[in-house]
């Protein structure tokens, strides 16, 4: 069956209490088990990966170079490593940069992502909704 890595950033772990007027009131639990049961609809399966640690979001994006393709949110990472960016440049799965908040209306240094120029596509501004839509976005065929 073909994967998909839904890799979560610093501080994700605290949705559902985390500053709700901008990240709302669902948990990561919530969205990860949201994202499980329309990969069943669809025929994927994912496999969910959440670190505060830089590092170790590099190594989760290698692990999942194999993937049929991984929903990143990099979280602040997205706005400054070269390190996470190069792990998405080595690998060949698309990688879908995603934001539950609109970064571009927020402050000046959110509208900067180094992550976005190797990533396939962006959603954000959605809430919980965005995972959703990349899901359907690397379930869809692309030309
Ligand atoms: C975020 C936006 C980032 O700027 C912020 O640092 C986050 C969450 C989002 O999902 O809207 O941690 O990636």
Known sequence: MRRIAVINGPNLN?????EPDKYGFETLESINARLARLAAELDLKCEFFQSNSEG??????????????????????????????????????PVVEV?????HSREEFRRVSVIAPVCAG??????????ILALRALAAPRP
Request: no cysteine; hydrophobic share 50%.
């Open 14 to 18: 605290l949705l559902g209490t985390r």
């Open 56 to 93: 170790e979001l590099v190594s989760a994006v290698q692990r999942a170079a194999e993937t049929a393709g991984v929903i990143l949110n990099a979280g602040a990472y997205t706005h400054y490593s070269i390190a996470i960016r190069d792990a998405i440049a080595a690998i060949r799965a």
């Open 99 to 103: 934001h539950i908040s609109n970064v």
């Open 122 to 131: 962006i959603i954000a501004g959605f809430g919980s909704e965005s995972y």
